[in-house]
């Protein structure tokens, strides 16, 4: 539901920011808004769920989203409509770790898990599809309001189910929060986050030291938000790196790919979702097929496999030209990197999730989905910001994917070297990951 809300905002960008007196130059910050709290607060969240209850943050999470979208239908100035975003960004954070550690403490590590996670990636997939099919039409025959309000009865269906269909995890004993690796590790992200979105140094510089303040409260916390042990795991220091390429790269090369077909192939947002959709729709088959190749080959050999078809996919979108023949390249090149990206999702979170107890799998979900809500966020800025230095468009569109090209591939040599196997830290047999011991 949420990835499918992300797309139909996408396409109602113009008019939303119409609809409330925003103006364009301030557009990006409906974007922003959302995504400053679902990156800055994911790994608070994700640890919430591990010593509060996981069913009770995630539903906490849908009523908030549910109201959230309320306010953000009915918004009538910029304030309230930035307001209600943030909201949503919330609620993500609350609901996403949550969800997912439900998921992974529900199937234990090995191929059940790994069908599973797949299921998620093809109906994450899914859901960004139907959105970016749908959002076109719902927007041009309704309204931008519309894009809110379809969240509300989706969110309610899924409040009344959730209590009979899932039960609350268990929840540790005397297990208290630290408090201030909580502050700094959200106020770091928040920092770096704004700083990356705004190009601005000094929040870059309060982000590095409050990031720096959290590693040094957790080296002595006796109870750490984030223990060091877990984050120096080649599995979750590796799996999330690959994670926030995947993410960084792909969404950043759908913004390039959109500016070609609405700005030099002059299409409308209609036809771009539809360029978008056919691809995405074949992708949904990558989810359950990435489940069964990681149980198969192991996600040391997935991960970089998939990340690696995702960056060549890429490549010929280099050469694209200003000829609308240009889709005969675009559309299988989305095809197959659609279908590299949903392995690639799936692999990660695999990855990240491995080897660690079911108490400890709130914060790895955390991780995961905090990976993710960065990534997306930073990589559009950036390579936009690449594609700036460029006087025509086309050129631009041209060096920013060339960049996104090295990068992918030298994360996939860095990657795999990364998760060579070696011999767990831990002597419990039990602690080390299944696709290691293949």
Do not use: C
Request: hydrophobic share 55%; charged share 10%; net charge neutral.
């Amino acid at each position: 539901m949420l990835s499918a809300d992300f797309s139909i905002l996408n396409v109602a960008l113009p008019e939303v920011g119409q609809g409330v007196g925003l103006h364009l130059t301030a557009l990006p910050w409906i974007a922003s808004a959302y995504a400053l709290p679902a990156a800055g607060f994911t790994l608070l969240f994700g640890r919430l769920a591990d010593l509060y209850g996981r069913r009770r943050l995630f539903l906490a999470g849908m009523i908030l989203l549910a109201v959230s979208s309320l306010v953000g239908g009915f918004a009538t100035t910029p304030e309230v409509l930035l307001a209600a975003r943030a909201l949503q960004g919330l609620s993500t954070a609350m609901s996403i770790p949550a969800s997912l550690s439900l998921l992974t403490i529900t199937f234990e590590e090995g191929p059940a898990r790994d069908r599973v996670l797949g299921l998620n990636g093809a109906l994450l997939s899914g859901g960004f599809t139907i959105g970016a099919l749908v959002g076109g039409t719902l927007v041009s025959l309704l309204s931008w309001r519309s894009a809110f309000f379809i969240n509300v009865p989706v969110a309610v269906v899924i409040l009344a189910l959730t209590p009979f269909l899932i039960t609350e995890s268990k929840v540790p004993d005397r297990v208290k929060l630290d408090t201030p690796g909580a502050i700094t590790v959200t106020g770091g992200l928040l920092a770096v986050v704004y700083a990356i979105i705004e190009r601005n140094i000094p929040a870059a510089v309060i982000g590095v030291v409050l990031l720096t303040a959290f590693w040094l409260i957790e080296l002595r916390a006796p109870a750490p938000l984030a223990p060091l042990r877990i984050l120096k795991r080649p599995t979750v220091k590796w799996g999330n790196y690959a994670g926030l390429v995947v993410f960084s790269m792909e969404t950043a090369m759908i913004f390039m790919m959109t500016l070609y077909l609405q700005n030099v192939l002059a299409f409308d947002p209609l036809v771009t979702g539809l360029v978008f959709g056919g691809p995405g729709l074949a992708a949904v088959l990558a989810g359950p097929m990435a489940g069964r190749l990681i149980g198969r080959y192991g996600y040391r050999r997935v991960l970089p496999t998939a990340l690696a078809v995702q960056g060549l996919a890429t490549v010929p979108l280099i050469f694209v030209d200003s000829e609308r023949v240009g889709l005969a390249i675009l559309i299988p090149a989305l095809l197959v990197s659609f279908f590299g990206h949903v392995t690639s999702i799936v692999a990660y979170t695999v990855t990240g999730t491995s080897g660690l107890p079911n108490e400890e799998q709130g914060l790895a979900t955390g991780l995961t989905t905090m990976t993710q809500n960065v990534a997306i966020t930073i990589g559009i800025p950036i390579l936009s910001a690449i594609a700036a230095t460029q006087t025509a468009e086309l050129t631009g569109i041209h060096l920013a994917l060339t960049v996104n090209v090295i990068v992918t591939f030298v994360s996939v040599a860095v990657i795999f070297v990364g998760l060579r196997p070696r011999t767990e830290l831990s002597t419990d047999p039990s602690t080390v990951p299944v696709a290691n011991k293949i």
